[in-house]
Nanobody, 118 residues
C-alpha cells in the first residue's frame, strides 16, 4: 500500500501562484510515476502533469508554460508549481502514484481544493 498526503491548495486571485506538494509513504518502488490530476465540478478527472522516476515529464496542453512539476526522490515527494492561475484552473487537485502494472498499483490522494477567484 502507498499513502499520499497533499498540501498547498487554497484561494488565489487570477494571475497568482500556488505550490502543491504530495508526500508518498509506504511500499514505494524505485520505478514509478507520480503526478497531478484535477476535477472541476460536474466534469471528469483530467491529467494535469506527471513525472516519472527518471525525470521525464508530461503536461496537459492547458497548463504548459504555466505549471511545472518536479520531484524529490529522496523524500518521495512531488511538487506542482502553478503560475499565472486562471479561474478555469479551479478544481480539486489529486495526487497520483503508480507503477507497473498500473491496474494493480494505482493510488490517489484525498484531493486539495484550488480556487482561483477575485
Amino acid at each position: 500500500q502507498v499513502q499520499l498526503v497533499e498540501s498547498g491548495g487554497g484561494l488565489v486571485q487570477p494571475g497568482g501562484s500556488l505550490r502543491l506538494s504530495c508526500a508518498a509513504s509506504g511500499s514505494i518502488f524505485n520505478i514509478n510515476t507520480m503526478g497531478w490530476y484535477r476535477q472541476a465540478p460536474g466534469k471528469q478527472r483530467d491529467l494535469v502533469a506527471t513525472i516519472s522516476s527518471d525525470g521525464s515529464t508530461n503536461y496537459a496542453d492547458s497548463v504548459k508554460g504555466r505549471f511545472t512539476i518536479s520531484r524529490d526522490n529522496a523524500k518521495n515527494t512531488v511538487y506542482l508549481q502553478m503560475n499565472s492561475l486562471a479561474p478555469e484552473d479551479t478544481a480539486v487537485y489529486y495526487c497520483n502514484y503508480n507503477r507497473p502494472p498500473r491496474w494493480l498499483y494505482d493510488y490517489w490522494g484525498q484531493g486539495t481544493q484550488v480556487t482561483v477567484s477575485s
